[in-house]
């Protein structure tokens, strides 16, 4: 049985970068402004987690490493609506599945105490102790990653540093998706010593000046702000009988490069999409975008930092386990939308 259960819930954290996505959604669901990474050896020694945000209930400190045990869904019609970025109540489960898994945490109710919380492979409290810190928010520290399972630790210490580049990838896609928060991130050397290698003031922040924060000086060059916006797109939806949204809106929000500019043709590692505040995959949308952009700029690709907004009843963001792929309803029609608007935004930016 023990066997089956870590099959199961190791899906989730196949990777170092799913185990940072995890514990930076719970941070930013428990509404902290304030989130700091620290990687100790690219994640291979401990990975950390440190948030300001509101802190774990008293009464979730027993189930909270339970399999489908979360806070967030009250009942299953809401699962539709749902704006958190967990809801499944399987990510905290599974990393105690693949690694050894330590909280700290205080809440309102517990301010100043805060409580540290051990949990074991099952997710099954195995130790509490309680101190005074002053300090409200959650602290997650995991040790060990794959330490029962010979052939991904071999394969993770082998690909390390490979595994810690792609996790501050998707960590600037969080940083750029949430400008409002204040992240930090660390990382520590084998010599011990502590590096700073992200940060971002948090606050009211202008995307241009986060993308200077991650990528220097250059980082706002040629960039244009973007919003396109769609409000007509209900009436169109109301012929197909089966599926009505009670609301729609299309926003897609944020910064594009001017089609005078732009990087290389074949790079495009600075292009991000977020739907609904979550980074995603979307290779559609994305290609869309590209293709839009090169009709007016043959030569380059463009920068780009975007938010989709959408109405929840558009989105299926049950599709992977870690989420980052979304499916949208009605896709073709939506992704219609945004080519035609991107066209009319550089049409007439060029005249
Ligand atoms: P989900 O996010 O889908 O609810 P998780 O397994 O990721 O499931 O987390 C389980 C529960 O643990 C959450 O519902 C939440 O109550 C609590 N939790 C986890 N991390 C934090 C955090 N950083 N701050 C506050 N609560 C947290
Ligand atoms: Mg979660």
């Known amino acids: 049985a023990k066997d089956v259960s870590r099959i199961t819930s190791g899906q989730v954290i ?21 989130i700091e990474v620290t990687f100790g050896e690219y994640g291979t020694k401990f990975l950390e987690i440190t948030d300001n945000g509101c802190g774990i209930d008293v009464s979730d400190y027993e189930a909270l490493c339970l ?8 009942s299953f019609e809401e699962l539709s609506l749902v704006s958190s970025l967990g809801f499944r109540g399987e990510a905290m489960s599974s ?29 099954k409290l195995k130790n509490k102790k309680s101190s005074v810190t002053g300090k409200k928010g959650t602290s997650v520290t995991m040790t060990d990653l794959f330490k029962d399972l010979p052939v991904r630790l071999k394969n993770f210490n082998k690909h390390s540093k490979r595994e810690y580049t792609k996790s501050l990838s998707l960590i600037i896609a969080y940083l750029l998706a949430y400008t409002n928060i204040r992240f930090t991130v660390f990382s520590i050397g084998a010599n011990g010593r502590r590096q ?16 200077v924060s991650v990528y220097g000086s250059n980082g706002q060059y040629g960039l244009l702000p973007l919003e396109i916006e769609e409000l007509k ?19 897609l929000l944020g910064v594009i490069s001017d089609s005078s500019f732009g990087m290389g ?13 979550r980074p995603v995959v979307h290779k559609k949308l994305a290609k869309i975008i590209n293709e839009v952009y090169r009709s007016f700029n043959a030569t380059q690709s463009p920068v780009f930092v975007l938010n989709l907004e959408l109405d929840t009843h558009f ?21 219609d939308v945004i080519r035609e608007q991107l066209t009319a935004f550089y049409e007439s930016k060029n005249n």
Do not use: W
């Not at 909280?103 to 051990?118: D, E, G, H, I, M």
């Open 14 to 34: 196949i990777e170092l970068v799913s185990a940072v996505k995890e514990l930076i959604d719970n941070s930013i669901d428990a509404g902290a402004d304030k």
């Open 67 to 74: 399999k489908y045990h979360t806070s967030k869904l009250s």
């Open 95 to 123: 990393l105690c599945s693949v690694a050894t898994i330590s909280v700290v945490t205080s809440s309102k109710s517990t301010f100043p105490r805060a409580t540290q919380l051990t949990y074991d492979n099952m997710g």
């Open 196 to 211: 700073m290698v992200l940060g971002t003031p948090g606050g009211l922040t202008k995307l241009t000046d986060v993308m």
């Open 233 to 251: 797109i209900e009436a169109r939806f109301r012929l197909n009988t089966d599926y009505a949204p009670t609301k729609l809106a299309l926003k």
């Open 265 to 277: 043709r074949s790079s495009t590692d600075r292009q991000f999409i977020s739907i609904n505040k």
């Open 315 to 335: 989105l299926d963001i049950n599709i992977t386990p870690d989420k980052r792929s979304v499916m949208i309803h009605t896709e073709e029609l939506i992704l």
